[in-house]
């Protein structure tokens, strides 16, 4: 969430930014100023009324003591406590007008990040890796169901459109992934490992910016009372879309202590979408599930030293793949396809040789104050008499089941086998080579 101060000093900043979104200010700030102003004028008047107030009931006590009559001033105490009242209600009105409108306006983007409306205008940083091709190339699911370890058919029995089902040495595979990540992560890159729940509240979809905007994107669960935008509560339950969400929520409305800065954190989860949005995108094979699992980063930075922490949280995605030896490219989104809370984003594509294409593998974030400010977290800053909003950033470390398909694409080989990422032998109980079953 932005703060209200600066969108009142910089609307016309703000305008902008929310253009280069390919975002119509209008549309979505509607008569900004007009709301600002009504709300100010209510809260003004209200503390002249209670100014009044208190000199009244200091009057009707003197004149009292004094053994005055004092029933004009109490009546007119009493009737400065009827327009309190209406003035009160009218300024909660407009302050949940003004809170709801902040919370749909999405984060500024950095001035670094490229204009543009659509992916198609995304920057490419860098490549790293030779691209394989084979004569005998197929996607993984073909290789996968040939070797007898994916099945989306008996997936889409029990779930519907959009599950899997991993056996035998593939589901072996999508273990060794997830342990790999969280030791290269945790012990190599000083990421403390998390378990975390994979159910939270409205309130932690609200600190990191999945509600209300996304609502329909989510998964809720039928033990609450219907979802009403606007209203947050801490006892209704969702099934989280990312590992961000319960691990950026550990410290809601918390106060940090400067010298823990930076914390880095690390988990892995299944995580829910309902692609509300991808109809009829990604139908074959394993890029776009219901259920998909991942190792996430996040990381609670001091603003001057987030993009710093940005491009090492980058590095430390980056270079899960690079062990792998799987190619892949940095990209840096342009402002329309940032996502809503984030300042600056780049994805980390790899290249699948079986669809001819490089395919998203993990998003790292910068969000500034955005989402700490939303989830009021801060900490107090050295020699500064008030507490500061964190800066936040995650990233995947990576998608494991986008890793999976890509270690099937990229080290299938003629006779229908899949080679395995030598560092993952130790992982895989020393198999080397994934074999069709008899």
Same mark, same amino acid.
């Given at each position: ?21 390919a ?23 209200? /503390?002249?009324?209670? +100014? ?23 009546? %007119? ?7 309190l ?11 949940? /007008? ?18 543009? &409306?659509?992916?198609e ?16 190339t ?14 989306l058919?008996? @997936?889409t029995?029990l ?14 595979l ?13 012990e ?14 409205s ?9 209300p905007?996304?609502?329909e ?14 209203? *947050?509560?801490d006892n209704?339950?969702?099934?989280i879309?990312? @590992? ?19 914390? =880095?954190?690390?988990? *892995?989860?299944?995580?829910?979408? =309902? ?12 890029? &776009? ?12 930075? &001091? ?14 995605? /980056?270079s899960?793949? %690079? ?19 984030? +300042?600056?984003?780049f ?17 790292? =974030? ?15 800053? @050295? ?15 990576? +998608? ?35 074999? @069709?079953?008899?």
């Open positions: 969430m932005l703060d209200l101060n600066f969108v009142r000093n910089n609307l016309g900043l703000v305008e902008e930014k929310l253009r280069a979104r975002v119509d200010p209008a549309g979505l700030l509607g008569d900004f100023h007009s709301l600002d102003a009504q709300r100010r004028e209510a809260i003004t008047q209200a /503390e002249q009324l209670k +100014a009044r107030r208190n000199e009244l009931s200091q009057q009707v006590g003197v004149l009292k003591r004094a053994g005055q009559d004092a029933a004009s001033l109490m009546e %007119e105490t009493r009737s400065l406590k009827d327009r009242d209406e003035l009160d209600t009218k300024a909660g009105i407009l302050d949940e /007008e003004m809170r709801q409108s902040l919370a749909r306006i999405p984060n500024l983007t950095r001035d670094e990040v490229p204009p543009g &409306r659509t992916e205008e995304n920057v490419v940083c860098k490549c790293w890796g030779v691209k394989r091709s084979f004569d005998f197929r996607p993984h699911w073909e290789v996968g169901e040939a070797l007898g370890i994916l099945d058919e008996r @997936a029995k779930s519907g459109a959009r599950f899997s089902v991993l056996k035998g040495a593939g589901s072996r999508e273990r060794a992934l997830i342990q790999f990540m969280l030791d290269q992560h945790g190599l890159h000083s990421y403390t490992e998390i378990s975390p729940p994979f159910l939270v509240n309130k932690s979809l609200f600190g990191t910016g999945q509600l905007k996304f609502s994107d989510l998964f809720r669960c039928s033990d609450g009372a219907e979802y009403v935008p606007g209203e *947050y509560r209704d339950h969702w099934l879309p990312t @590992a961000e969400v319960p691990l950026t929520n550990l410290y809601r409305d918390e106060i940090l202590e400067e010298s823990k800065l930076p914390i =880095s954190l690390t988990a *892995y989860t299944p995580c829910f979408r =309902s692609e509300a949005g991808a109809a009829g995108r990604d139908t074959r094979g394993i890029i &776009r599930q219901h259920q998909f699992q991942k190792v996430e980063l996040v990381k609670f930075v &001091r603003p001057e030293e987030s993009n710093a922490e940005h491009e090492k949280l980058t590095r430390d995605a /980056e899960i793949l %690079e062990k792998l030896e799987l190619p892949y490219r940095r990209v840096l989104l342009c402002s329309g396809d940032t996502g809503f809370s984030a +300042a600056k984003t994805d980390l594509e790899v290249w699948l040789p079986g669809q001819g294409v490089y395919r998203e593998i993990s998003s790292c =974030s910068n969000f500034e104050a955005f989402q700490a400010r939303r989830a009021n977290i801060r900490f107090k800053a @050295a020699g500064k008499g008030k507490n500061e909003f964190v800066h936040t950033l995650n990233g995947s470390g990576l +998608a494991i089941g986008r890793t999976w398909l890509a270690i099937l694409e990229n080290y299938q080989q003629a006779d229908g086998s899949v080679k395995i990422p030598e560092v993952l032998w130790p992982y895989m109980g020393g198999t080397e080579q994934i074999v @069709a079953e008899d």
